[in-house]
């Protein structure tokens, strides 16, 4: 089992749809971050959080120490969100990533 | 935020050469640089940790003579990929973190696209 785990791997919706996509961990860790890769590759820092919940505009990254668990939402979303979004924990000083959640946003 | 350039962002080469990708930290002081490598649909994998004046550690099954790593200053981190092969072809990420005022952020490159001939 991974050590960073996201759902659902894929996902599309339509625009205007509020989309959520999850993390779990099984590691002690000092932080979850949240990052975007456009198909061109580079690689955004969404959010960086060790606690509570951060907003960024129509972004959303909420995070529970207790479960170990986060989820990133986005509101009204539109065509330009679509990329891969990724969680990663800091454990140790070393980052651990998932998968990715592809997302697939149509106008 | 802070700002990590990686250059080229695309090379080609031919088998057996070697290439150097170069990152850097454009707005603050990078004690510790990392370096990653994306195989197509996969994640990224930490491929070395370099601290500013000291030698790389390497993850286990990443060939340090293979992958040449040097953290000269505190803005500059080299990555060279000596006698590269067509299965070198990646795409080869950095990110940097800065002093204790970032906290434990870490600031990621744009990525080069490695591809061997």
């Known amino acids: 089992k991974n050590e960073v785990e996201q759902s659902p791997q894929n996902l599309t919706a339509q625009e205007g749809e509020f989309i959520t996509i999850n993390c779990s961990y099984s590691?002690?860790?000092?932080?979850l971050h949240w990052l975007q890769q456009h198909p061109g590759g580079g690689i955004v820092s969404l959010f960086m959080?060790?606690?509570g919940k951060k907003k960024h505009g129509r972004l959303i990254a909420t995070i529970n120490i207790q479960e170990k668990h986060s989820s990133l939402h986005i509101t009204a979303s539109h065509p330009r969100d679509s990329a891969v979004y990724i969680c990663a924990v800091t454990s140790y000083g070393k980052l651990t990533f998932g998968q990715g959640t592809i997302l697939t946003v149509h106008p | 935020g802070a700002v990590v350039s990686q250059h080229p962002s695309r090379v080609i080469c031919k088998s057996g050469t070697s290439v150097k990708i170069e990152c850097r930290s454009l707005d603050f002081q990078a004690t510790t640089m990392f370096w990653y490598r994306q195989f197509p649909k996969q994640s990224l994998m930490l491929m070395a940790t370099s601290n500013e004046g000291s030698k790389a550690t390497y993850e286990q099954g990443v060939e340090k003579d293979k992958f040449l790593i040097n953290h000269a200053s505190l803005t500059l981190s080299t990555l060279t990929v000596t006698s590269a092969h067509p299965e070198d072809s990646s795409f080869y990420i950095c990110?940097?973190?800065?002093?204790?005022?970032?906290?434990?952020?870490?600031?990621f490159g744009p990525g080069t696209r490695l591809t061997v001939l």
């Open positions: 590691v002690g860790i000092s932080a």
């Open positions: 959080l060790s606690s």
């Open positions: 990110s940097a973190r800065g002093r204790r005022g970032l906290g434990n952020e870490q600031f």
